[in-house]
């Protein structure tokens, strides 16, 4: 059967694993590696789809669970899916919402069928399966949806998860991708669906899993199960173990990471996707990326900085306000501050994506790589933003589930 996407491996890096490819999908073109800025409930935060174009996002991401539950599919249907919905003409990816079913705790209640729960948001009964998620994503229309699966958890109450039990949420998953496949094939939407490797930490069980998505005959291929928790050591090994290993001829998703060093680190392991709520939800909260390290815009030292955020970036914040006017913004809570800090960091975010594949294109990616770091280190005058991420504790231990609250 022939893939209703393409993806075209253009050039590999001679030093790493790193890789220039395109991906071809029903509403446009999509150059990789890349970042795709996530869009919960059809909106990417303090974003209208004029500044994504302008920020020169490619492709995003909507969630299957919050939009099946509000708006919910007849209202998306009557626009012909999401794309209409929201007035974005370019590409669309869907999780398959089951990280934020399984997220739901003591409220939902997992089979072999699939999961019984309730509605977070008026308590209705309400049932979601591998058939039921790729029949929503049908609807949505996404050229991308993936497959329903349980996503490890590195811990539960405190307790790391044992080999047996990575072992049977591994084997479930396997079975509902199974499902995912059949129906989103009888469906024919035209767009493509991609499978997902779990296994938690244990090296054995990703190969496993590895070894039987690759054979179940997805579109494309995603590591989940990773920044769920994990010491970022545990994070590294995984990555570094499975990502060689994935289908070289598939494109390679890393679900709900990163950092800007951990999309460097991903690339360079030969991950061609990434998401993650980071760029976004740190920008409310006034916490800047920038080529120089990160800016925290509440430091008393920007009250009267009367320079941009990053002197390199050529996005609508930095080249019309200063640190100062974003620090007064943060401190009054005023919206726009949420939109001028998020215009930056999706900029920032796409554009370093950029970068990584000119020097692709170039030969140079080992240099262009060293110097990223080199620059990062450096750190923002004065120097005083050396502090932990606002996303620290259990925001990024569920990195992925910036769907859950965002």
């Given at each position: 059967m022939t893939s209703p996407i393409q993806f075209e491996l253009i050039k590999r890096d001679t030093q790493s694993l790193a890789r220039l490819g395109r991906l071809d999908l029903p509403h446009g073109s999509v150059q990789t590696p890349i970042f795709m800025p996530v869009g919960t409930y059809g909106t990417v935060k303090a974003m209208t789809p004029r500044d994504l174009e302008e920020a020169k996002a490619q492709i995003i991401l909507g969630n299957t669970f919050h939009l099946w539950l509000r708006p919910?599919?007849?209202?998306?249907?009557?626009?012909?899916?999401?794309?209409?919905?929201?007035?974005?003409?370019?590409?669309?990816?869907?999780?398959?919402?089951?990280?934020?079913?399984?997220?739901?705790?003591?409220?939902?209640?997992?089979?072999?069928d699939g999961v019984t729960f309730a509605s977070p948001i008026n308590g209705d009964k309400l049932f979601m399966s591998p058939e039921v998620s790729m029949e929503i994503q049908a609807v949505l229309n996404s050229d991308i949806a993936m497959q329903f699966d349980e996503c490890t958890p590195y811990e539960t109450h405190g307790q790391?998860?044992?080999?047996?039990?990575?072992?049977?949420?591994?084997?479930?998953?396997?079975?509902?991708?199974?499902?995912?496949?059949?129906?989103?094939?009888?469906?024919?939407?035209?767009?493509?669906?991609?499978?997902i490797v779990q296994g938690g930490m244990f090296e054995s069980l990703r190969e496993a899993s590895l070894a039987e998505v690759s054979q179940q005959g997805f579109d494309g291929i995603a590591i989940g199960?990773?920044?769920?928790?994990?010491?970022?050591?545990?994070?590294?090994?995984?990555?570094?173990?499975?990502?060689?290993?994935?289908?070289?001829?598939?494109?390679?998703?890393?679900?709900?990471?990163?950092?800007?060093?951990?999309?460097?680190?991903?690339?360079?392991?030969?991950?061609?996707?990434?998401?993650?709520?980071?760029?976004?939800?740190?920008?409310?909260?006034?916490w800047l990326f920038t080529r120089f390290g990160d800016l925290k815009l509440r430091n008393s030292g920007y009250k009267d900085d009367d320079r941009p955020v990053d002197p390199t970036c050529s996005c609508y914040t930095c080249q019309r306000f200063t640190r100062s006017y974003l620090n007064h913004l943060q401190k009054a809570n005023e919206i726009l501050g949420a939109q001028l800090n998020t215009i930056h960091?999706?900029?920032?975010?796409?554009?370093?994506?950029?970068?990584?594949?000119?020097?692709?294109?170039?030969?140079?990616?080992?240099?262009?790589?060293?110097?990223?770091?080199?620059?990062r280190e450096r750190g923002v005058e004065p120097g005083q933003d050396k502090a932990s991420n606002p996303l620290s504790g259990l925001e990024l231990q569920l990195s992925r589930s910036f769907w859950l609250f965002n």
């Open positions: 919910g599919l007849d209202v998306i249907a009557k626009h012909g899916g999401l794309h209409r919905f929201m007035a974005w003409d370019k590409p669309i990816l869907t999780d398959s919402g089951g990280f934020q079913v399984f997220s739901l705790g003591a409220l939902r209640k997992i089979s072999e790391a998860t044992t080999e047996k039990a990575a072992r049977q949420s591994l084997e479930l998953s396997l079975r509902w991708g199974a499902r995912s496949l059949k129906r989103f094939r009888e469906l024919e939407t035209g767009n493509g669906l991609f499978g199960g990773l920044s769920v928790g994990e010491p970022k050591p545990e994070f590294e090994r995984i990555l570094a173990f499975t990502a060689p290993k994935l289908p070289e001829k598939a494109p390679h998703y890393l679900m709900g990471v990163g950092t800007p060093e951990d999309l460097m680190l991903g690339v360079s392991n030969g991950i061609d996707m990434f998401d993650c709520v980071m760029p976004t939800r740190n920008a409310r909260n006034g960091n999706l900029s920032y975010y796409i554009g370093l994506m950029t970068e990584i594949r000119e020097a692709l294109a170039k030969d140079r990616f080992s240099a262009y790589r060293e110097q990223f770091y080199s620059d």
